[in-house]
């Protein structure tokens, strides 16, 4: 079961430019405040590979926001927050309740520095009713670099593959999930692979077929155009994510004999 999900969407780890963007997100911050769990697991995850310049910025950046909010487009912590997402590389940062434990599942191929600003953004971005809370929690991980918030189980990811992390100095007893955990039929699947598939509706045991993929596409195309019924909020968003999931998969479907 999921129970939060953040989406960071940046330049790919080796590319010049530095921007980020925010994709889906489901952070709840009331009741047990999964969201804000979330958040912090992230943040305390990447938090330690930040410069001094960049973590000195940190708590005038988080005060803002409280006050404020997320302006974009602006500049924080030397990465350009913006609101168009087209190119950028894909993070997925779940967390999910498996057999009665409580998963960080954290995506790890990108850089770190983009994650902490999509956890800042996402807060940023939430009602000043929510915000303050999701806000303490980042800032609790910023205190403590690489303590994941108790009581959850860490799954690091990388390309759908879990791995675990060394030890590093100032960790907590983190348990890693992945090598009692069943990881489920994705492991293996490349995380923008596995996004287009879920965009798609296609199972992680299915295989690419270029005539099925269209055929997806079109319909949901369908459904999601509001000539058609779909509402109109959020429908151009919808439409190039489900173009951008075809592209994605027909590139890397076989030809149809």
Request: aromatic share 2%; proline share 7%.
């Amino acid at each position: 079961m999921i129970l939060a999900e953040l989406v960071v969407r940046h330049t790919r780890k080796h590319m010049p430019t530095r921007r980020v963007a925010l994709g889906d997100q489901y952070l709840p911050i009331t009741g047990s405040a999964h969201g804000s769990g979330l958040l912090a697991a992230v943040v305390a995850e990447n938090i330690g590979s930040l410069d001094d310049e960049q973590l000195d910025e940190i708590p005038r950046l988080l005060h803002d926001l409280l006050h404020n909010g997320i302006q974009v487009p602006r500049i924080a912590l030397r990465h350009r927050l913006q609101t168009d997402v087209h190119g950028l590389d894909r993070s997925r940062h779940r967390l999910l309740e498996e057999d009665g434990r409580l998963i960080a599942e954290l995506d790890v191929h990108g850089a770190p520095g983009p994650q902490v600003v999509g956890a800042i953004m996402a807060a940023g971005v939430l009602g000043s009713s929510v915000r303050r809370r999701a806000i303490r929690a980042i800032e609790a991980a910023v205190a403590q670099p690489g303590v994941i918030p108790e009581p959850f189980f860490v799954r690091r990811l990388i390309e759908g593959i879990p791995i675990l992390r060394p030890p590093t100095a100032g960790m907590g007893p983190v348990e890693d999930a992945y090598s009692e955990l069943d990881t489920g039929s994705w492991v293996g699947v490349p995380a923008e692979r596995r996004w287009a598939m879920e965009v798609l509706g296609l199972r992680a045991d299915m295989g690419l077929d270029r005539i099925d993929i269209q055929k997806r596409f079109r319909r949901l195309l369908r459904t999601a155009h509001p000539d058609h019924g779909g509402s109109s909020d959020g429908a151009a968003e919808r439409i190039a994510e489900l173009s951008e999931a075809r592209t994605l998969l027909l590139h890397d479907a076989p030809d149809n004999p």
